[in-house]
């Protein structure tokens, strides 16, 4: 699977749009079985050095005052976590029901005001330039329509708000079984493995070798981005946690005014 020239990722941007609507409610039950085990390791990681880590990292990147963030494909609500108690007004968007009542579950026994809806990423239900923040993390590669996707979290972006996110080009991975008792997968059956290589397969995103493509994507949209290969190194602190040995990058996108 190459990654696409301009000339194809400009043809590709004039491509009508049609939902799967099937393909989207199997990603949604997917990730509405995963939730309970999901929002432990999230708890394990935003507790440890990881999550400190995650939160030196996230400051580096934001403006020094209280902001407005849409943090979008929350799951358990890791980033509101670690960011609501700085001051920031924090909501929490996901398109599994489960993962929405896991994080307000989370956020709730830590005390933390955050919010959270259900949602799609594609479609948000927000009036243009709500937030001066927008923030995701391991969604992308998830979703069936990343460009419009992208097109809805440049339209709720404040002039000169930020898009923070952080991925990895999982297109060309296959997900299996691990024997490795520490690593963060560890406990998913090859069934639940299998059933997430046979989604991916299916989504337009697997074909592209990323975040080059994104880069380019979102620089269409009129966006100053940047980009770090791979953040793993700085975020990924905790010995007892293992992850897949791939890249996790990080997009830095800013909106002009």
Not at 53 to 72: F, V
Not at 212 to 234: C, H, K, N, T, Y
């Amino acid at each position: 699977m190459d990654c696409m020239g301009d000339n194809a990722l400009r043809r590709e941007e004039c491509q009508p749009t049609s939902r799967d609507f099937r393909l989207e409610k199997r990603i949604e039950t997917y990730w509405n079985q995963r939730s309970a085990a999901f929002s432990q390791l999230r708890l394990q990681e935003a507790a440890g050095p990881n999550g400190e880590a995650w939160r030196m990292l996230l400051q580096e990147h934001l403006p020094d005052r209280r902001l407005s963030i849409l943090d979008i494909g929350t799951g358990a609500g890791f980033f509101p976590l670690l960011l609501a108690p700085l001051g920031h007004e924090v909501i929490g968007v996901d398109l599994s029901e489960k993962m929405v009542q896991e994080a307000r579950k989370n956020c709730l026994a830590a005390g933390v005001p955050a919010r959270f809806r259900k949602m799609d990423a594609q479609a948000l239900d927000f009036v243009d330039e709500s937030f001066d923040v927008i923030l995701s993390r391991n969604l992308t590669w998830t979703l069936p329509d990343v460009m419009e996707a992208y097109r809805e979290w440049h339209r709720v972006l404040r002039p000169q708000g930020i898009l923070l996110n952080f991925d990895s080009d999982y297109g060309c991975k296959t997900f299996t079984k691990t024997k490795d008792a520490d690593h963060v997968h560890a406990s998913l059956s090859q069934e639940t493995l299998t059933a997430c290589n046979d989604i991916k397969h299916q989504l337009h995103i697997s074909q592209h070798r990323r975040p080059f493509w994104d880069a380019r994507f979102l620089d269409s949209l009129g966006m100053e981005v940047s980009v770090d290969a791979d953040i793993a190194p700085r975020v990924q602190r905790d010995p007892s946690m293992h992850y897949d040995d791939v890249a996790v990058f990080g997009i830095h996108a800013k909106k002009s005014s």
